[in-house]
């Protein structure tokens, strides 16, 4: 019966120590590839809209974390040492979970809260669409110049209006986002 007591206590405590306050958040990432005592900066914006560093942790068995308080979400940017690029985030209450790729900062992985997660799929949608839209020029590139040299206005408006069916695509993706942020903007 002591036993099971004290297991009780120790894992109340234990959870209660693990447990964030409204306005508190915590960065638990995983930093793939990142040497051990390698900086990663916490960043923000501002007034200027310089970047300006915020907090500092290392690197430690590939893994980091900041802990702080928000008063209200905020995009901040995760800089590691020596390693060109950005992780962009939203800073909020909550756990928030970011994995960092050395190679590829700009594939790396954001998640845990909610506006991480709806920031995640927008960023993989904006990803997906510049594909296409690059993909479009690459293959039609030489169509489009061989049409305006013949004056072949068919052929031209043709790619014209598909080019404008992924811009729309694109904006239709941006105003999506928009609108979740702000709906979410009224909520804090």
């Known amino acids: 019966m002591k036993k099971i007591f004290v297991l009780l206590v120790t894992a109340s405590i234990f959870i209660a120590c693990n447990k964030l306050e409204d306005n508190e958040y915590v960065i638990k990432g995983i930093a793939e590839g990142i040497e051990n005592g390698k900086f990663i900066i916490l960043e923000t914006q501002d007034e200027t809209m310089n970047l300006k560093s915020v907090d500092t942790t290392v690197v430690m068995e590939g893994k980091f974390e900041f802990k702080g308080i928000s008063n209200e979400p905020e995009l901040h940017f995760l800089q590691v040492e020596n390693i060109p690029g950005k992780v962009i985030f939203v800073l909020e209450n909550g756990e928030i979970n970011i994995s960092i790729f050395k190679d590829s900062i700009n594939k790396s992985k954001i998640g845990g809260t909610f506006n991480n997660e709806q920031f995640a799929k927008y960023n993989l949608g ?45 904006k239709i993706i941006i105003l999506l986002f928009v609108k979740i942020t702000l709906r979410l903007s009224f909520v804090y």
């Open 126 to 170: 904006q990803f997906k669409i510049q594909k296409k839209i690059a993909d479009f020029r690459s293959v039609n590139k030489e169509k489009m110049e061989a049409a305006v040299q013949s004056n072949d206005s068919l052929t031209v408006n043709a790619l014209r209006d598909n080019f404008l069916q992924l811009k729309e695509e694109e």
